[in-house]
């Protein structure tokens, strides 16, 4: 092809397309799987947990009492639920800032880190409605209730197509996938890694992601960690 196409005309018609790994999801209901992500060929390992009653009880409660509910702060395990605690409503009380911390402490600990980057945020859209990759090492996401995260396993993923939503067209006509019945989800409750295109040696290989689409007044709790050094 002429090489006087420009670059992003060339991506579009198929020149340039990034090299394609091999990449798999891992699931489980036990903790132990999310050290999977350690895996190369590995961009999502997905731990299968149940909330218990008092937790699910208490999320609602905060989604009641506030609605806008948003928080981000840099924290070490030892500080997360000291740090999660001052930010919630005054008046409410609940197991979630000890769930917090717990999973900070797993994430921490996972990936030999002194802080992590703590976001838990009340969603009532979605947050990134386009399917997308991480420009990070690496993940954690949560939903605590609601729908949960969305994604495409990389085999059914054409990934010269993503960032082209400046066309104006939703993915579903992208040719980014081929139906609907590529479309993975996690369940609420689940916590998965997602390694992302900073991971070293993942470029091309990040977990191809976006938030669910939330109507009707539906809502959603989101915990996300990231690596804070």
């Known amino acids: 092809m002429n090489s006087q196409v420009p670059v992003a005309a060339r ?8 090299t394609i790994k091999t990449r798999r999801s891992v699931a489980g209901n036990d903790v132990a799987v999310l050290s999977a992500i350690y895996e190369e060929d590995v961009n999502i390992a997905n731990w299968h947990r149940e909330l218990p009653e008092p937790l699910r009880c208490s ?3 905060l989604l009641d009492l506030a609605p806008a509910f948003g928080m981000s702060l840099m924290t070490t395990p030892a ?3 000291e740090g999660v605690s001052e930010v919630l409503p005054k008046n409410y009380q609940g197991p979630l800032a ?6 900070v402490e797993m994430f921490c600990f996972l990936f030999d880190l002194k802080r992590a980057g703590l976001r838990l945020t009340a969603l009532n859209e979605a947050m ?12 954690l996401v949560t939903t605590y209730s609601g729908r949960a995260t969305e994604w495409l396993p990389q085999e059914r993923v054409d990934r010269t197509k993503l960032g082209m939503g400046y066309l104006g067209l939703p993915d579903s006509d992208l040719g980014l996938y081929k139906s609907a019945d590529d479309i993975r989800t996690m369940r609420s409750g689940d916590i998965a890694l997602l390694k992302g295109e900073a991971w070293i040696g993942n470029e091309n290989g990040g977990l191809v992601h976006r ?5 009707g007044g539906a809502r959603r709790l989101l915990l996300t960690l990231d690596f804070g050094g």
């Open 211 to 215: 938030s669910p689409n939330l109507t």
């Open 98 to 103: 000890e769930d917090v911390a717990e999973i």
């Open 128 to 139: 990134c409605p386009r399917f997308h990759v991480d420009k990070v090492p690496c993940r």
């Open 59 to 61: 999320v609602e409660h």
């Open 79 to 81: 500080k997360a639920y």
């Open 11 to 18: 991506k579009v018609l198929g020149e340039d397309s990034p």
